[in-house]
């Protein structure tokens, strides 16, 4: 019997990851340098995907989160960001998010009391639970995406392009170096010695960035060094954080939108718990009033 070409097995697979990552990079890249309202309606677009994969997610584990609950609130903050783009001051989003959120809170606990019948049974504690998580998780994390582009394009490119890198840097240190798994318990692919290789290249990264748009950071590389701080930091916690939710759910991945790479979610879990610190970091430190 013949055994499976391994070699060739592993060549489709790199060329099959890279034609996707750049494919979705270019794409992201082109609708975050035209911004405006077509990076609102894009990603109002795609998140409605990514609801989807999560409502489903914890469905899974038999939770009946607020559907219609989690999709409109995630709509207001997309809505409440990109209200620069109506003439009004770009700092006044940030100022509503308090309102947003405690609204939706509530909301979310008036809607799930007063549901009960045949086709939606009574609402149950991680039933609110998961919804609060739902748009939180794919309302506002998303949201600081428009938020940062108000500031300007190399912003977002430079908080993209370096969790880009510290996911390829940790997926390769991993296949290279990788001999203590992090966290077994909820990735067994997931290695200490990548988890630094992906630090280390988001860090690389967003110094040469830093340096190529040093002007929009004040001609200070400190602010690369940060930068690469949080994207290496925060991007493996958001990793982390999807693989459990599909660990707990028992799922490989959030959908099949992607084929054979999965879901929507699957490809930008990481970004989702950058773009927020990075979006402090540019406000207070390099267009604000702190100084470093």
């Known amino acids: ?101 405690v609204f939706g809170v509530i909301g979310c606990f008036f809607r799930l009391i007063f549901r009960g019948s045949k086709k939606d049974p009574i609402a149950t504690i991680p039933d609110i639970g998961a919804s609060v998580l739902g748009f939180v998780y794919t309302g506002l994390l998303p949201s600081f995406f428009i938020l940062l582009r108000t500031f300007g394009f190399s912003y977002v490119i430079i908080a993209i392009v370096s969790t880009a890198f510290c996911d390829i840097g940790a997926y390769y240190g991993g296949k290279l170096f990788g001999k203590t798994v992090l966290r077994p318990e909820i990735s067994a692919k997931k290695t200490f010695e990548g988890s630094i290789s992906g630090f280390l290249a988001s860090m690389a990264i967003s110094i040469i960035l830093v340096y190529f748009f040093k002007a929009d950071f004040n001609n200070n590389l400190f602010h690369g060094v940060m930068i690469g701080l949080y994207a290496g930091v925060f991007s493996q916690f958001g990793d982390l954080f999807e693989s459990l939710l599909k660990r707990d759910a028992g ?7 992607l084929l054979s790479h999965g879901g929507i979610l699957d490809r930008i879990d990481s970004y989702l718990f950058v773009v927020w610190a990075i979006y402090f970091y540019v406000s207070w430190f390099v267009l604000g009033g702190f100084t470093l």
Not at 20 to 30: E, M, N, R, T, Y
Not at 251 to 257: E, I, P, Q, R, Y
């Open 251 to 257: 799922l490989k991945d959030s959908g099949t939108v």
């Open 1 to 101: 019997m013949k055994k499976p070409d391994k070699t060739g097995s592993f060549a489709y697979e790199q060329f099959s990851r890279w034609a996707v990552g750049l494919s979705l990079f270019f794409i992201a890249f082109f609708i975050i340098y035209i911004g405006g309202w077509v990076l609102s309606f894009f990603l109002l677009l795609l998140f409605w995907q990514v609801n989807t994969e999560f409502i489903n997610i914890v469905r899974t584990k038999g939770i009946n989160p607020s559907n219609k609950w989690i999709r409109f609130v995630s709509i207001l903050f997309f809505l409440t960001a990109s209200l620069p783009e109506f003439g009004f001051p770009v700092s006044l989003p940030i100022k509503l998010y308090t309102f947003v959120f």
